[in-house]
């Protein structure tokens, strides 16, 4: 599971993306985004990025009209060539995905700056925590295959039964990082939802 910690964190170069309901750049995106199928396109690109033909296939129409909301998608900057495969008769084909930004609709231009610092400072708090979720995943790890911590996981003495199933629960059924990573989550969350009141 601390996988799924590690491929959800906002890599370095990802910008965050907030736009004004009246601005152009969000009437491209709203256009590109307001047919089904260009809709249904996109989603499937979250599920796994694929090819043209491989995107005609999972939505059922042809490499033609993929390509069309493609381009519009790629131009609305949605969706962007992440890889080159080839056919088994040696061409070229560009693999899409979705654009890594994370991308906001804000509907007063004027609050627009206050939502990207917000939403900034969001993201690069979850990618510390993320980190320091990995930090204590490793020096968990670490203490249990220690020689020392070789009898960490194990009851200490006949009577200690809780104690070694509350440390079996946390080192083989749960993970220390994925623990750690909920459990400041859920302090976050009182502390806003305290100062909100």
């Known amino acids: 599971m601390i996988e799924r910690l590690q491929?959800?964190?906002a890599s370095p170069d990802e910008q965050l993306r907030v736009l004004d309901v009246d601005g152009e750049e969000t009437d491209e995106v709203i256009d590109a985004l307001s047919s089904e199928t260009s809709r249904a396109m996109f989603r499937t690109l979250f599920?796994?990025?694929?090819?043209?033909?491989?995107?005609?296939?999972?939505?059922?129409?042809?490499v033609q009209n993929v390509n069309y909301h493609v381009?519009?998608?790629e131009t609305a900057g949605l969706v962007e060539p992440i890889d080159t495969r080839y056919s088994e008769k040696g061409n070229e084909?560009?693999?899409?995905?979705?654009?890594?930004?994370?991308?906001v609709f804000v509907g007063n231009h004027d609050i627009r700056p206050r939502?990207?610092?917000s939403l900034s400072n969001v993201v690069s708090g979850l990618a510390v925590l993320g980190l320091a979720s990995l930090f204590v995943q490793w020096g968990a790890e670490r203490l249990v295959d220690s020689p020392n911590g070789a009898g960490a996981v194990g009851p200490a003495s006949p009577g200690a039964t809780s104690e070694w199933t509350l440390t079996w629960l946390i080192f083989e059924v749960l993970e220390p990082g994925l623990l750690f990573f909920v459990g400041c989550l859920l302090v976050l969350s009182v502390v806003v939802l305290a100062t909100e009141r």
């Open 7 to 9: 491929t959800g964190t």
């Open 47 to 62: 599920e796994k990025p694929a090819t043209p033909s491989e995107i005609a296939e999972r939505v059922d129409t042809s």
């Open 71 to 73: 381009s519009n998608l």
């Open 93 to 103: 084909m560009t693999v899409y995905g979705p654009a890594t930004d994370p991308l």
């Open 115 to 117: 939502v990207e610092r």
